[in-house]
């Protein structure tokens, strides 16, 4: 199994970055994806998950509202879509699948499989 993460850079506050996390060796549809996040000293952070049909999504509190999250089962891959850019957004971003279509965590412990994460630099 292997979650690959792309699409991290260095970005101005205000602006926006694609994510991109494609799945190898399994089947994103019978999962729940999602995005987590780590600053330098900070605990793992949730983003964003999605539901193996992609009909149910959340949040974390401090992206709500500029972020959104999709998936393209077909090329099984997710997407993290991020707008408004903020200096605080700055984290290494990683992707994860939680086994089952249904039942959204925001606990990084209840993940079964990560990628590698990606970099993500917002400068002020």
């Known amino acids: 199994v292997q979650l690959q993460a792309s699409g991290g850079g260095l970005v101005q506050a205000g602006g926006s970055l694609r994510l991109s996390c494609t799945a190898s060796?399994?089947?994103?549809?019978?999962?729940?994806m999602g995005w987590f996040r780590q600053a330098p000293g900070k605990e793992r952070e949730f983003v964003s998950a999605i539901t193996g049909s992609g009909h149910l999504s959340e949040y974390g509190d401090r992206v709500k509202g500029r972020f959104t999250i999709s998936r393209d089962n077909a090329k099984n891959t997710m997407y993290l879509e991020m707008n408004g850019l903020k200096p605080e957004d700055t984290a290494v971003y990683y992707c994860?699948?939680?086994?089952?279509?249904?039942?959204?965590?925001?606990?990084?412990?209840?993940?079964?499989?990560w990628g590698q994460g990606t970099q993500v630099t917002v400068s002020s």
């Open positions: 060796g399994l089947t994103i549809s019978n999962h729940v």
């Open positions: 994860a699948a939680k086994y089952g279509p249904y039942g959204i965590s925001q606990y990084a412990r209840a993940y079964d499989s």
